[in-house]
């Protein structure tokens, strides 16, 4: 069976493992996944991402989850998709949408790959809004 929205799934499963407190979360891979979790490494949301392959050789993302604290409270307070597959949203260089104040992180797929809205402001490129995380 296909997904219609496979970016939505792999926020799910991350944001569902977060409140879990599992250590790693397995999903199928693609190569938008993994710019999507390289994204997150890089701005310190999770610690670490690694591609490989399941038992029938399909691609396989796994992500490393972050955790603070001695309670062990998740990185990840939240993650929610923005452009979806029945409204795409769009902004311009001058539009990039700040999340809580610049707290968060919003990630767009530009021209130029999938980078934070920090990057994109600073190449001055805008694109398509797909998921904000805190």
């Known amino acids: 069976m296909s997904m219609s929205d496979p970016i939505a799934d792999m926020l799910t499963r991350i944001r569902n493992a977060a409140r879990a407190k599992l250590p790693t979360v397995s999903m199928p891979g693609s190569k938008m996944k993994m710019a999507l979790s390289q994204v997150f490494q890089d701005c310190g949301f999770v610690a670490g991402t690694s591609m490989g392959e399941d038992a029938q ?14 309670r062990s409270t ?12 029945s409204c795409r949203v769009y902004v311009g260089s001058g539009e990039i949408p700040r999340v809580l104040g610049g707290l968060g992180v919003a990630v767009l797929s530009t021209s130029q790959g999938i980078v934070s809205d920090r990057t994109a402001r600073s190449k001055n490129i805008g694109g398509e809004v797909l998921c904000y995380i805190w």
Do not use: A, N
């Open 57 to 70: 050789g399909h691609k396989e993302l796994t992500v490393e989850l972050k955790y603070k604290g001695k």
């Open 74 to 85: 998740p990185v990840i307070e939240g993650i929610q998709r923005i452009s979806k597959p």
